[in-house]
């Protein structure tokens, strides 16, 4: 008698080793950690424009802005825009900012037939004159965006067909606009070689990966929220990046026809300790955290040594550094929680600011987040439930005209 199993089960770690490993062989975006960049580099130099402006939405932006939010301290005095939004106030505030004559514009989209994108594209021709000394396309080689840019004489970057948008960070997509910002690409693509290295390897980051991932699928059905608590403003933009990365991956249906998601949080410490933490703390116990700190903020601002006048009582916080009080913060909240004990936490600390650290943080992230897909048996790299919505929403466009 042949058995064949296809209904889901919680794998073997070594099942679900074997099954990455062989993705590898298909999805991209696990081996752009060893791409060349010479050309990315090259071209950064040649940028003399002062505003770098991004049109990209999702995927095609989120990854950049984390990474640039996280290491404006590191970049040159250019200024990098980012255009993604078609709320027409919003865009407008944001155009208002930008020097038009001394622009370089950035259109990204995988398919190259997004609509929030192409909706600015167009915005922007409207006002200003976009031609191959002003403007650059990051797409596949194939798509519309592309014959827009050979039909307009535009140099072009490619986006691998195998990587997708929300894991395409690591790519051009990214790089791009990040060299030339004066970012030092290849210590970024250094912190993932790092990850990559050492969970293939089997090494220390092997174990914590997988540890964690077989955790949040073994305790999904109690714990199916999962809250990042980022005690840096500087990792804001990585919040939202993982909100994507995590929500639009893991929120599907598997094999059995079950659906599954883990529902994303991000928070910043320490303001969201003066809302979210209540839930936490005596809400629903349907919550995981994980704390990310920043071991060295690389900065002295220090409280000066003064008395207000009421305030007095307060002067024993005199003379104390900002970093300090911020990760004295962080290790208050995190000691609450586990004194409680019922609440499952784990802690991250980002050992300096910088693009090395960066990378590690977000490709280990990439990473765990095809891991969680694999344990729970689902195709982590598709989402059909956003395609629904474009296919109604270009419906819907076309029976205006």
């Not at 950035?106 to 191959?132: A, D, F, P, Q, R």
């Not at 072009?156 to 690409?185: A, H, Q, W, Y």
Request: glycine letters at 6%; charged letters at 25%.
């Amino acid at each position: 008698m042949q058995y064949l199993k296809n209904f889901y089960q919680i794998k073997s770690n070594a099942d679900i080793f074997a099954k990455i490993s062989k993705e590898k062989e298909t999805i991209g975006y696990y081996d752009l950690a060893f791409q060349d960049t010479s050309a990315i580099k090259e071209y950064a130099k040649t940028v003399r424009q002062q505003d770098i402006v991004v049109i990209g939405i999702g995927g095609s932006s989120l990854g950049t802005y984390a990474i640039h939010k996280f290491l404006q301290h590191k970049e040159n005095k250019k200024k990098l825009h980012f255009l993604e939004s078609t709320d027409p106030l919003d865009l407008e505030r944001r155009v208002s900012k930008i020097d038009l004559n001394d622009t370089l514009f950035i259109i990204i989209s995988k398919s190259g037939t997004t609509i929030e994108t192409v909706s600015i594209l167009k915005y922007l021709s409207s006002i200003t004159t976009l031609n191959k000394s002003n403007t650059i396309c990051i797409t596949e080689h194939d798509s519309k965006l592309n014959d827009f840019a050979k039909a307009n004489d535009m140099k072009t970057f490619e986006i691998p067909k195998n990587v997708g948008g929300r894991f395409s960070v690591f790519s051009t997509v990214g790089l791009v606009p990040l060299s030339i910002m004066g970012l030092d690409i290849d210590k970024i693509l250094t912190g993932c070689k790092t990850i990559y290295t050492d969970y293939f390897e089997k090494g220390e980051y092997y174990k914590s990966i997988m540890e964690k991932a077989r955790f949040m699928v073994e305790n999904k059905n109690k714990f199916n929220i999962n809250v990042i608590f980022s005690y840096s403003s500087l990792l804001e933009g990585f919040n939202k990046w993982y909100v994507q990365l995590w929500g639009e991956s893991l929120g599907k249906i598997n094999i059995n026809g079950t659906k599954q998601g883990l529902t994303p949080i991000g928070l910043i410490g320490p303001v969201d300790q003066h809302s979210f933490l209540q839930l936490i703390m005596e809400g629903k116990r349907d919550k995981t955290v994980t704390f990310i700190k920043v071991g060295d903020f690389e900065n002295e601002l220090t409280i000066p040594d003064i008395s207000l006048p009421g305030l007095e009582e307060l002067n024993y916080i005199n003379n104390i550094k900002f970093k300090n009080i911020i990760n004295e913060q962080a290790d208050a909240t995190i000691e609450a929680i586990e004194h409680i004990k019922d609440i499952p936490c784990d802690v991250i600390t980002i050992e300096a600011q910088d693009e090395y650290n960066i990378g590690k943080l977000m490709y280990s992230y990439e990473l765990l987040t095809s891991i969680v897909g694999s344990f729970v048996q689902i195709n982590t790299y598709d989402q059909p439930g956003v395609e629904a919505g474009k296919i109604i929403l270009k419906n819907k466009l076309k029976k205006t005209i």
